[in-house]
Structures are given as structure tokens and as C-alpha cells.
């Protein structure tokens, strides 16, 4: 159980992040051991584990997650990933948190077979 938790807090350093008060401060997050920004966060009220990605354009969520949260699709487009250009849905999400940072109106893309989803700023 204690080297789970180990692995765990290797895996995921910001696990422990807590949702506060909403607030416009900042906020410090560590990196994983393959230099990815993981945090726990909500979208839509809903709780969510995020992966930070300060490169990207917009939010990205999973289509599963898009349906469970039943997103209106506000238009189509194509993004530009690592593995080429793909068709996605453009969505706008109501509320973005992450510990007391919270955003309204958030633009965000529906990508299919995306397994993690990301945050800006």
C-alpha cells in the first residue's frame, strides 16, 4: 500500500490539489517524471483529471466525456497534432477549474480517441 502511494505521487505530484476558493491568484504545479503537468480540476462542475498543455489552442476532451457531459457542438473544425491533422467539434465549456483558478466560457475541441484532455494558462 505505502509503495502504491509512492508510485502514485511519482505519477501524479499534483494529486493532492484541492479546489479552494475561487480567486484569480496563481498557482504552482510540479511536473511528473516525463515532464507532463497532471492535476485534478473541474469541468462543468464535474470533477476531471487534467493534463496541463501551455502549447495548446484549446481545451481537448475525449468524445466520452463530451457526451457524459452532453456539450453542445457549436461547429467543426481540424487541429494540428503530433500525428497529423485531425477533424474535431468546437464546443464552448460553461466553467474551467483548477485549485482556486476558475474561467468561464472556455472554447474547447472535441477530439476523437482522446484519452486525456488539457488546460490552458
Do not use: C, W
Not at 32 to 48: E, L, M
Amino acid at each position: 500500500y505505502g509503495f502504491n502511494s509512492y508510485l502514485e505521487s511519482k505519477r501524479n505530484p499534483n494529486g493532492a490539489l484541492v479546489a479552494l476558493e475561487e480567486g484569480s491568484g496563481a498557482l504552482t504545479l510540479l511536473a511528473d517524471r516525463r515532464g507532463q503537468y497532471h492535476a485534478p480540476g473541474r469541468i462543468n462542475g464535474r470533477t476531471v483529471g487534467l493534463i496541463l498543455d501551455t502549447g495548446a489552442t484549446y481545451v481537448s476532451l475525449p468524445e466520452t466525456l463530451a457526451s457524459e457531459l452532453n456539450l453542445p457542438i457549436e461547429g467543426k473544425s481540424f487541429a494540428q497534432t503530433a500525428n497529423g491533422t485531425i477533424a474535431v467539434k468546437m464546443t464552448t465549456l460553461e466553467s474551467v477549474q483548477i485549485g482556486s483558478i476558475k474561467m468561464e466560457q472556455v472554447p474547447a475541441m472535441i477530439s476523437p480517441g482522446l484519452e486525456g484532455m488539457s488546460y490552458l494558462e
